[in-house]
């Protein structure tokens, strides 16, 4: 069964550094989307994206956030200024239509900020 | 806007007991509902999902959810569960719509032991 892969499973990174969580979605899938789950709370929305562009973004996803398809094959997540507040996982999810029962997700990154 | 309360933050049961995770929802306007599974190191997999027509709706390993509108809930049941069943599981909700964001609850640890 086709596969959303993330990678790193699990990144630590000082506070103030930059990071990039990597996700490559199912191939023929056309929507995609972060979100995350901060320790001990709810999985959160933070942007979906739709033909090279963000479609919808929440409050979170501030100017610190911003997401990428370089390739063909790649959905990145790019965090520019790490807060220890970032710590949290990091699930990527794709859809065929964009129909939010189509979803696939990842198994996450975690990302701890130290 | 909508919400979901998932009051139980892990559920222990022994194998073969009956299991019901509790899931409410608040929402101005029609709704679709979900219940995501997670195993250890594994992505959200979506378990059901709740769309329009029964308001009860099965999956493919024996869980059970019915939607009341009435209680705003959407529980999760099983007869009796397995050792495997252990996960977190997360209810979610969307506007009736198709293609708004996911809104999670926080999630239920279920913890099966022999």
């Known amino acids: 069964e086709p596969e959303v892969t993330q990678t790193p499973s699990h990144q630590v990174t000082q506070m103030g550094q930059e990071v990039i969580l990597r996700c490559v979605p199912i191939?023929?899938?056309?929507?995609f989307y972060w979100y995350r789950q901060i320790l001990g709370q709810k999985v959160e929305f933070l942007v979906s994206?739709?033909?090279?562009?963000?479609?919808?973004k929440s409050e979170i996803f501030d100017d610190q956030f911003s997401v990428e398809r370089p390739d063909g094959s790649n959905f990145t997540l790019k965090i520019r200024s790490t807060k220890l507040e970032d710590s949290a996982m990091y699930f990527c999810?794709?859809?065929?239509?964009?129909?939010?029962?189509?979803?696939?997700f990842g198994s996450g990154t975690r990302l701890t900020v130290v | 806007a909508q919400s979901v309360t998932q009051l139980d933050s892990q559920v222990p049961v022994f194998e073969e007991a009956p299991v019901e995770l509790r899931c409410n929802y608040s929402?101005?306007?029609?709704?679709?509902l979900f219940w995501y599974v997670q195993y250890p190191n594994q992505g959200l997999q979506l378990l059901l999902k709740?769309?329009?027509?029964?308001?009860l709706v099965e999956s493919i390993n024996g869980f059970e959810a019915e939607f009341n509108k009435s209680q705003t809930s959407f529980h999760l049941r099983k007869p009796s569960v397995h050792i495997s069943d252990t996960a977190e599981y997360f209810c979610?909700?969307?506007?009736?719509?198709?293609?708004?964001?996911?809104?999670f609850g926080k999630g239920t640890m279920l913890l099966v032991s022999p």
């Open positions: 999810a794709s859809s065929p239509t964009g129909s939010n029962y189509g979803y696939t």
């Open positions: 191939s023929n899938h056309l929507y």
């Open positions: 994206f739709y033909n090279n562009e963000i479609s919808e």
């Open positions: 929402s101005s306007v029609s709704v679709y």
């Open positions: 709740y769309l329009s027509g029964s308001t």
């Open positions: 979610a909700v969307s506007e009736a719509s198709g293609y708004s964001t996911l809104t």
